[in-house]
C-alpha cells in the first residue's frame, strides 16, 4: 500500500505564499488535496489526475494551484494570497490512503 507523506506547513502572514508536498512511497494517479480546520469537516479543495487534469473549489481555485512530479513521486500545493480561514490541517490522499497532514497558520 502507497504511503503518502506531507510537509511544507508552517506559520505565514495573511498574504503570504507556502508549498505543501505530498511524498508517495509509490507510484500514483488521483491526488486529493483536502484540509481540516479546527471545529470543520475536513473537505476536498484540490485534485490533480496522472494526466495533470487539475480541479478546485472556487475559495482556492485563483489563489492555489496543485500540480505533480511523477519521476519524484510528488505532489505539490502552491498556495498564495493566503488568508487567515485557509489556516488548517493539510492533507493529501490517495485512494484509501491519507497523509498524516501538515499544519498551515496564517497570522499576523
Known amino acids: 500500500q502507497v504511503q503518502l507523506v506531507e510537509s511544507g506547513g508552517g506559520l505565514v502572514q495573511p498574504g503570504g505564499s507556502l508549498r505543501l508536498s505530498c511524498v508517495a512511497s509509490?507510484?500514483?494517479?488521483?491526488v486529493g488535496w483536502y484540509r481540516q480546520a479546527p471545529g470543520k469537516e475536513r473537505e476536498l479543495i484540490a485534485t490533480?489526475?496522472?494526466?495533470?487534469?487539475?480541479s478546485y473549489i472556487d475559495d482556492v481555485k485563483d489563489r492555489f494551484a496543485v500540480s505533480r512530479d511523477d519521476a519524484k513521486r510528488t505532489t505539490y500545493l502552491q498556495m498564495n494570497v493566503l488568508k487567515p480561514e485557509d489556516a488548517a490541517v493539510y492533507y493529501c490522499r490517495e485512494s484509501n490512503t491519507w497523509g498524516r497532514g501538515t499544519q498551515v497558520t496564517v497570522s499576523s
Open positions: 490533480i489526475n496522472a494526466w495533470h487534469r487539475k
Open positions: 509509490g507510484d500514483v494517479f488521483f
